[in-house]
């Protein structure tokens, strides 16, 4: 809410998409020429009615001193206008309840995350690591001994400088689906408030995952003496 623009992320899958970037391209492109040739452009954009907003479970990171939040795929575009207002507060100095945000975003590829990255850099750039750490899985390298030893250079890379050597990011970089049960107890361990939230957006496949992490987590929390919180989970679907 606090910037003049708003952004939109579009992942091109089908017809209408494919068109809509193609609309976009063909007017930048003259737009370009137009300045060059010192003209005005022969076509524009059109306008764009939309409609909203609309509140959603994600916006209850507030109520927590902890909250993690699992993108997949284009499933990471609302946890970043969140990450952009956490950025902007602290830049305001406002206080606010939430201490620690964990950002997980689970994608398939390096090429899927590319787009991101100046994002995820910015965002990095206006939190610092004790209030945001980045988490970044890459889940379409299989779990065998090349990823292993890629895995091990990238901790050997981050000890040394501090960035990954993937992504050149803060963010963590890990090969393979997380096992979210194990994760939450890593990012539970003695944090802050007496419960975390875990919000996630994506598709069911995933968000049914994280839901069936967060209940195996919080049964594990109820059987053993652990300074790991229990956590509460809400999840979009897309």
């Known amino acids: 809410p606090h910037e003049q623009h708003l952004t939109l992320h579009i992942r091109c899958v089908g017809h209408w ?14 737009r370009a020429l137009a300045q060059k040739e010192n003209r005005e452009p022969l076509v524009e954009l059109p306008f764009v009615n ?63 995350y590319e787009w991101l990255v100046d994002v995820i850099r ?23 001994f090349r990823t292993a030893f890629l895995y091990a250079f990238e901790q050997q890379f ?7 050597l993937f992504t050149n990011l803060r963010a963590k970089t890990y090969f393979g689906r997380p096992d979210f049960a194990q994760l939450f107890r890593e990012l539970t361990d003695g ?18 995952g994280v839901e069936q992490g967060a209940q195996a987590h919080n049964q594990y929390v ?9 956590v509460s989970h809400y999840y979009v679907n897309f």
């Open 17 to 30: 998409t494919n068109a809509c970037w193609q609309l976009v391209h063909e007017v930048e492109e003259e």
């Open 50 to 112: 939309v409609e909203g907003p609309f509140g959603e479970g994600h916006q209850e990171w507030r109520r927590f001193e902890t909250s993690i939040l699992v993108g997949a795929g284009i499933g990471v575009t609302p946890f970043v206008s969140i990450i952009k207002e956490i950025g902007h507060l602290l830049k305001l100095g406002i206080k606010m309840k939430t201490k620690k945000v964990h950002f997980i975003w689970v994608c398939r590829s390096q090429k899927q």
């Open 122 to 144: 910015g965002l990095e750039k206006s939190a610092p690591e004790k209030r945001l750490e980045c988490h970044i899985f890459i889940t379409r390298l299989n779990k065998d």
């Open 158 to 164: 981050r000890t040394a400088r501090g960035v990954s």
């Open 191 to 208: 944090a802050d408030g007496k419960k975390v939230g875990v919000f996630s957006c994506g598709s069911p496949a995933v968000t049914n």
């Open 222 to 230: 109820l059987d053993n003496n652990t300074t790991c919180k229990r």
